[in-house]
T-cell receptor
Framework: EPEVTQTPSHQVTQMGQEVILRCVPI?????FYWYRQILGQKVEFLVS????????KSEIFDDQFSVERPDGSNFTLKIRSTKLEDSAMYFC????????FGSGTQLSVL | KQEVTQIPAALSVPEGENLVLNCSFT??????LQWFRQDPGKGLTSLLL?????REQTSGRLNASLDKSSGRSTLYIAASQPGDSATYLC????????????FGKGITLSVRP
């Protein structure tokens, strides 16, 4: 079965540093998403992306966050200046009808 | 604003038991509902997707039902096994081509051998 692939699986960074989380969505999918899950809490929507632009974003997705689809396969989430509260598992997802999730990147901000 | 609730937060059952996991949502104007499984520290695996026009979907020992008007869905697991131990999340998607999922917090299931 096709998969959404995320790298790295773990990322440790210092507060204030920039991080880029990478995703390769399933190839024929057109809708892409980033979600995150803080330990013990709900999976939260961050941003959706369609037709090479953001279609919706949550209030969490402030100016520190950005997404890009730099080529035909990759989909990235950048956090410009990480904060302690950005520590979470970040999931990329893509879909036609059913939503498929990657295995996540565990981000730890120290 | 859509809210998704899953109660109880945790459930422990002996192996072989049939069980029902509940999900409720506040806004019945949904496009579809999806059940996921999450193992500790892992991603989300899609189990079943029910369109708003459907009443249920089945896959192996799993059966998901949807009662849109009352804002409820159930995931039925037949003959539970220790390997079913995981967190089960339901998520609803409203109408609209690019609409996002709203998740419940999940039910952590433990199946005792």
């Amino acid at each position: 079965e096709p998969e959404v692939t995320q790298t790295p699986s773990h990322q440790v960074t210092q507060m204030g540093q920039e991080v880029i989380l990478r995703c390769v969505p399933i190839s024929n999918h057109l809708y892409f998403y980033w979600y995150r899950q803080i330990l013990g809490q709900k999976v939260e929507f961050l941003v959706s992306f369609y037709n090479n632009e953001i279609s919706e974003k949550s209030e969490i997705f402030d100016d520190q966050f950005s997404v890009e689809r730099p080529d035909g396969s990759n989909f990235t989430l950048k956090i410009r200046s990480t904060k302690l509260e950005d520590s979470a598992m970040y999931f990329c997802a893509s879909r036609e009808e059913k939503l498929f999730f990657g295995s996540g990147t565990q981000l730890s901000v120290l | 604003k859509q809210e998704v609730t899953q109660i109880p937060a945790a459930l422990s059952v002996p192996e072989g038991e049939n069980l029902v996991l509940n999900c409720s949502f506040t806004d019945s104007a949904i496009y579809n509902l999806q059940w996921f499984r999450q193992d500790p520290g892992k991603g989300l695996t899609s189990l079943l997707l029910i369109q708003s026009s459907q009443r249920e979907q089945t896959s192996g020992r799993l059966n998901a039902s949807l009662d849109k008007s009352s804002g409820r869905s159930t995931l039925y697991i037949a003959a539970s096994q220790p390997g079913d131990s995981a967190t089960y999340l339901c998520a609803v998607r409203p109408g609209g081509a690019n609409s996002k999922l709203t998740f419940g917090k999940g039910i952590t299931l433990s199946v005792r051998p």
